[in-house]
């Protein structure tokens, strides 16, 4: 089982409509939750971060986390085509005392105009 | 504030060459990761340090594959010999302490290695 699931995609969605985006985790005890959303050939950048169960919101953005059920979702509302980009979901893990971030394989998104 | 740098932003080799990357963090940070990023997959951590020590070293490969931050600020990361499935962009990323739980990890543009 990998440590970080996402589906890969290609997701594509309407312009202006909501993109929603999963990922589950193994570690049950994991605490720290990010969304990075990565243009093609750059970097990494963070979007959003959770720690608590719920919701977190942010502009456009919410981040939802259920740690009963190890899941956590990003959704995008009034989605533009700027926000077509690869979505990668990272966990802090505990590894031999360490928190190390572990990042899914990510899902590529296509806003459709 | 100036973020993460990295040099070259791009290189091509022969494999069996060497080569180095160089990260220098945004300022005052103690923590420095390297990572792995081969296409189609997500970062995969390679070494992280905080000041001059190593706190997790655990995926990278130490039969080809070093890094050193010897005065605690910049760091190199060296592949000798590489070979064909090291091609990928190799990110740095640093943060404000120790890594932990509630860190936020900010990442340098990369260096995309292409071994021929």
């Known amino acids: 089982q990998k440590e970080v699931e996402q589906n890969s995609g290609p997701l594509s969605v309407p312009e202006g409509a909501i993109a929603s985006l999963n990922c589950t985790y193994s570690?049950?005890?994991?605490?720290?939750f990010f969304w990075y959303r990565q243009y093609s050939g750059k970097s990494p950048e963070l979007i959003m971060s959770?720690?608590?169960?719920g919701d977190k919101e942010d502009g456009r953005f919410t981040a939802q986390l259920n740690k009963a059920s190890q899941y956590v979702s990003l959704l995008i509302r009034d989605s533009q085509p700027s926000d077509s980009a690869t979505y990668l979901c990272?966990?802090?893990?505990?590894?031999?005392?360490?928190?190390?971030?572990?990042f899914g394989t990510g899902t590529r998104l296509t806003i459709i105009p | 504030e100036a973020g993460v740098a990295q040099s070259p932003r791009y290189k091509i080799i022969e494999k069996r060459q060497s080569v180095a990357f160089w990260c220098n963090p945004i300022?005052?940070?103690?923590?420095l990761y390297w990572y792995q990023q081969i296409l189609g997959q997500g970062p995969k951590l390679l070494i992280q340090?905080?000041?001059?020590?190593?706190?997790?070293d655990s995926q990278l490969p130490k039969d080809r594959f070093s890094a050193e931050r010897l005065k605690g600020v910049d760091s190199t990361l060296k592949i000798q010999p590489a070979k064909l499935e090291d091609s990928a962009v190799y990110l740095c990323?640093?943060?404000?302490?120790?890594?932990?739980?509630?860190?936020?990890?900010?990442f340098g543009p990369g260096t995309r290695l292409l071994v021929l």
């Open positions: 990323a640093s943060s404000l302490d120790s890594g932990g739980a509630l860190e936020t990890q900010y």
């Open positions: 570690d049950r005890g994991s605490q720290s």
């Open positions: 959770i720690y608590s169960n």
């Open positions: 990272a966990v802090k893990m505990t590894n031999f005392g360490n928190e190390k971030l572990t």
């Open positions: 300022s005052g940070h103690a923590t």
């Open positions: 340090f905080q000041n001059n020590g190593v706190v997790d």
